[in-house]
């Protein structure tokens, strides 16, 4: 693994990764203090999973002015 991550493109990757998905993970645990589920349950935590989802997603489209105002 070692070996991967050091080559040319393993360090492309993993910047890639650093700096769009690791942010996302970050958020959601320290600023919506998602640390553990508070449900039990493969399909309840599931769909807690996707509401933390779909407010990440709609707060980014808030930030870049992509979301109508409501009026």
Same mark, same amino acid.
């Given at each position: 693994m070692k070996k991967r991550v050091d080559s040319d493109k393993g360090k492309r990757i993993y910047g890639h990764r650093m700096s769009v998905v690791e942010p996302v993970f970050g958020n959601l645990e320290f600023n919506k203090n998602l640390k553990r589920f508070s449900l039990r349950g493969l399909k309840k935590v599931n769909i807690q999973w996707k509401l933390f989802c779909l407010i990440q997603n709609i707060e980014? +489209?808030?930030?870049?002015?992509? +979301?109508?105002a409501l009026s």
């Open positions: 980014k +489209l808030a930030n870049y002015g992509k +979301l109508p």
